[in-house]
């Protein structure tokens, strides 16, 4: 090769490692920042998020002589004398939903309100005896739940930090996967194994960091993306996608008339409602002098249309009101809702899992997988493993910040030189804004922090400088 083309090979060649060296700066430094921000929430999300998965377990060991009876007999009292003794029994207490099981040998769940605070019964369905009852806000998954997504604190302030730091995640996960990428690294040490040989050393960290992280990634991924449908911000632009692009829930699952044109949807008045089916809207029962059918009355309708039990009837509100039958089924392919006229019984609304559109079909099986429901014990282990990872990822990342990081500076990475690199990156993350509002907004609040106060305050100056 002659000298000129040699010479132009290496400069094109030096070119391209400087681009390269760029980008993987400047991704570094996302990454880094999100990770310094976010962390605390992440540990908070994985150490909920891990026992949540296991609330079958824990509340059947917990509750145990409220969820089962101690003696099964042939045929269980009818619903309705359940709800008025329970009604008679204890003054106050309006009843607004009540829940068959699968099992005979597991009580009825009675959601309640006593005195304005909003209590779960549970009866024996043989002899309509309450074996106990607790406020629904303090019970164990209202309590893990409520971390998990309110940070226990509450508010609409507390869930939109939690789905900051659930988007972010995904971020940290897709640039940690670019960092960690080998790029003609030989061998596996340092990739898909972790380097164990020096405890302590700054290399052993990486390693804990980095290849936990490669191996829990995909099923972390999965887990965050089953969790935002339930999100302030995500959720209802999912769900807009979804209904926009005839993917959500068909308008042909309404039996009788066309789609009820109702401000009221199904989320407002009925409870255990499958996530495709909280946007439906609600039709009205026709009066018309009859009197109201019983609870009985339209269980037995619910077993006629083959709802898999357990299932949830929630009580008609006012005149015109209608009676919900409602199944989040373990297995998501029972999913059920159904909408009853309270006077004639006829279904005004039906909506099955398979009657879904493809992505809530998609989103349904995520949200599943999400909460260790999808394939039972082994999605909650798979689970749980992802969530301790998460938890070591974190905290070593930490510890491998805290040994690279200069005394008296914050010891971010270097800024790449390249501007090009760098302007090609922001552009990516501002994409990623774009498609997650908070996370937009987030960038915005760093551009404008980093360009009117971090470069012009000089103590800050000097801690944010490499």
Known sequence: MPAEQLQDSEVKAKAKASIRQALYLSVWRWHFYAGIIFAPFLIILAFSGGVYLFKPQIESMMYKDMLTVREVLDTPTSADSIIAKTVQAYPGTSVSSITLPASPSDSYKLSARRSGIATTLYVDPYSG??????????????????????????GTAANRIVELAACWSLIL??????????????????????????????LFWRDLHAVPAFWISIVLILIIM??????????????KLANATDTGTPPFAYSFEAKPESVTVASDIAEDLPWAAESLPVPESAPGGYMRLGVDDIARIADYKQIGKPYTIT??????????????????GDNATLHLDAYSGAVLTDVRYDDYGILAKAITLGIAFHEGRLFGLPNQILGLVACLGLILVTCSSYVM???????????????????????GVLLIMMLCGAIMPLVGISILVVLVLDLFILRRIKPLQAWFSV
């Open 401 to 423: 910040w805290k040994k690279r990081k200069p005394e008296g500076k914050l010891g971010a990475p270097a800024k790449a030189k390249n501007r090009k690199a760098t302007i």
């Open 129 to 154: 005896n309450v074996l106990g009852m607790m406020n629904s806000d303090k019970t164990f998954s209202a309590f893990f739940k409520k971390l998990h997504s309110e940070l226990v604190v509450g």
């Open 173 to 202: 996960l897709l640039t940690g996967l670019y960092l960690w990428w080998p790029r003609g690294k030989d061998g596996i040490w340092g990739t898909v194994l972790p380097r164990l040989s020096k405890p302590g050393s700054r």
């Open 226 to 239: 089953g969790g935002l449908p339930w999100s302030g911000i995500m959720g209802p632009r999912i769900d």
């Open 315 to 332: 009580m008609p509100s006012g005149e015109k009101g209608v009676y919900t039958v409602a199944t989040s089924h373990v297995k998501p």
